[in-house]
């Protein structure tokens, strides 16, 4: 839209001139953005009619939980009577107090929104009574919504919160913000610019949907932004050795001489490695790489359904074992320091137990976990996407195509923090029609990965649906039964305190299931910014405790906070398991040769 005629009479309450769109160009845009929806509506009403026998499928199971809460709501009248009638109060008292704001009086809020919720912080939704009163309502009714369905009584704990997962996202979804009519942001930026945000925010709406051919993919950043190997993962080294499943990257290094035994890094193949490697400032490997550490790091193959019966067996006998194996012939040193991360670390411990099992637990040093889970009593809210209706559509479909589709995963993870990774995006990109900020962390976290459908049937059912990998020989690996128990390694492990993924005291039982030294660490943030937060940037904080109760709240009501970034005390812990000073090793020095140049190629297969 490039019409720049402006009314002389209208203007916005803070006098900005309020647009006149130009007829002519706002009926082409219109026409043509009806084409491209009319194209993709027949596309997606084939894909139904082709994939679809039947009925309609809850592949959430959604339905059953819903319906026997409503059940049991029903089957006590008196209760739902009194939340009716608790909600008519707080209603009243919402009336009467903006009543008197219209009057013009000072009245305090009935109801606010949390500190950190980002969706109320334009000053219109105080300022104007109009827009304060529509906020109210919605948090009043948001408030009531979540305390019926919590406190209904006689569901099984799965179900409560499944029920109570699915109100959220419903009462996120409708919120006044998400809507161009209640949000006094959105109805601003219609006035100023004659509707081309709408128009501009439509166009990018079926810009998602045709990048996901189909299925909404909203856009967090700019992709064309960022190149890897370019202006991300830029730590210099080589591809010293591959395999079907993974390359290893070997890192040049910065100091004369470096600890004896190498530093390897085994990070998750739910996402890719280079979370670790963003930029030069917040780089780990960078990092360790500094303090002297020979690093080298795996990274995964994007797998297609050529590697459907990849089983969780395979990666760690490819990832893991063959790994150890790649690392002594690049430096000649048989023991290691391991890092987990995430899956990652559930591949580490399994590896320790296998190799426990056959007297080798000495090739690892030390052992440190990142925001890894080894026990899944409590995996917090993605519980609700694992149970056995749910997992048997997943079966199925992942049978069809060979994998678990990228994209999946994405809207799984994004859905655990939908104002966040959803809804905000919805109001920035669709309503007020601009384009998602280059951002680094969005992009690595929209570059997501498949899943071969063996490995992660396995990986679902065993360890979070039946949890077996804490019980002793619950699960058998390399043709051996593993027990966490035997593995007697020097371990550290990092959990944070805003974990949606991993919640830290789930992390924090593993500290109870190894026998060797152990030390927890607990850092501020998310799963993300937690781990990912040099010293350099001094944010967040961690606390620590040298004591190990069984209780992680008591170990948190014993802890200590320091100030400054966790990577500091790792480092206090980790050196002195790194041996004696050696000269520097570059890639290339030992038995194995470069392939080709850091980040390698694997990491480059986008999937999404």
């Known amino acids: 839209m490039t019409n720049r005629a402006e009314s002389k009479s209208a203007r916005g309450s803070d006098e900005r001139p309020i647009k006149v769109p130009n007829p002519v160009e706002m009926s082409q845009a219109l026409t043509r953005l009806a084409e491209r929806g009319q194209k993709l509506v027949t596309e997606f009403l084939e894909r139904q009619a082709s994939s679809t026998e039947g009925g309609p499928i809850d592949k959430l199971n959604i339905g059953g939980a819903f319906f026997e809460m409503t059940a049991r709501m029903l089957a006590d009248p008196a209760r739902l009577m009194q939340a009716q009638m608790q909600l008519w109060q707080d209603y009243m008292a919402l009336v009467g107090s903006a009543t008197r704001r219209f009057m013009g009086e000072a009245a305090e809020p009935t109801v606010s929104p949390a500190k950190d919720d980002k969706r109320f912080r334009d000053p219109a939704w105080q300022e104007a009574a109009i827009f304060d009163f529509i906020k109210q309502s919605y948090l009043l009714s948001a408030r009531w919504m979540q305390s019926v369905v919590k406190n209904v009584e006689g569901l099984d704990e799965k179900t409560a919160q499944k029920v109570d997962f699915y109100t959220r996202q419903f009462v996120d979804a409708v919120a006044p913000s998400n809507f161009v009519l209640t949000n006094p942001q959105v109805l601003r930026a219609t006035l100023e610019s004659g509707g081309e945000n709408l128009v501009k925010g439509l166009e990018n709406l079926l810009s998602d949907l045709e990048r996901g051919k189909g299925q909404l993919l909203v856009k967090m950043t700019d992709p064309d932004a960022f190149r890897i190997g370019e202006n991300i993962a830029l730590a210099p080294g080589k591809v010293v050795y591959q395999n079907e499943l993974m390359q290893l990257l070997q890192y040049n290094p910065t100091t004369e001489t470096v600890y004896k035994r190498p530093l390897v890094i085994i990070p998750p193949w739910i996402n890719k490695f280079y979370i670790l490697d963003l930029r030069p400032e917040n780089s780990f490997v960078r990092w360790a790489v500094d ?31 063959d790994v150890l194996d790649a690392v002594e012939q690049a430096t000649g040193q048989r023991e290691s320091n391991l890092i987990g991360y995430c899956l990652g670390g559930t591949l580490l411990a ?12 000495k090739r690892v040093a030390s052992a440190t976990y990142f925001v890894a889970l080894v026990d899944f009593t409590d995996v917090g809210e993605v519980r609700v996407f694992i149970d056995e209706a749910q997992l048997a559509a997943l079966d199925e479909r992942m049978k069809s195509q060979g994998y678990l589709d990228a994209k999946d995963l994405y809207t799984t993870f994004n859905m655990l923090r939908a104002n966040d990774l959803i809804w905000s995006f919805v109001v920035n990109n669709y309503l007020l ?17 498949r899943m071969p459908a063996a490995m992660h049937s396995f990986y679902l059912r065993n360890m979070y649906q039946k949890n077996l990998l804490a019980e002793p020989g619950g699960i058998t690996l390399q043709n051996v039964p593993i027990d966490l128990g035997k593995v007697k390694t020097p371990t550290y492990i990092i959990a944070t305190k805003e974990d949606h993924i991993a919640p830290w005291q789930s992390v924090y039982a593993g500290t109870q299931l190894y026998k060797g030294t152990r030390r927890f660490v607990l850092g501020a943030s998310g799963h993300i910014a937690g781990v990912v937060n040099p010293p350099s940037a001094n944010k967040y904080g961690y606390w620590t405790n040298d004591a190990l109760p069984p209780d992680p709240e008591t170990w948190l009501a014993g802890a200590e906070k320091q100030d400054g970034s966790w990577w500091t005390d790792w480092q206090q812990w980790i050196a002195p398991h790194g041996g004696a000073m050696v000269p520097a090793r570059a890639p290339g020095d030992g038995a194995l040769k470069p392939i080709e140049d850091a980040p390698g190629s694997y990491v480059k297969q986008r999937a999404m």
């Open 433 to 449: 029609g601009k384009e998602p900020f280059p951002f680094d962390l969005l992009y690595w976290n929209s570059d997501s990965t």
């Open 350 to 361: 399994s590896g320790l137990a296998v190799l426990a099992a056959n007297k080798q637990q």
């Open 291 to 321: 303090q002297g550490h020979t690093v080298f790091v795996v990274s995964w193959v994007n797998p297609d359904r050529s590697q459907a019966e990849k089983n969780f067996d395979d990666y760690l006998k490819l990832g893991f074992l």
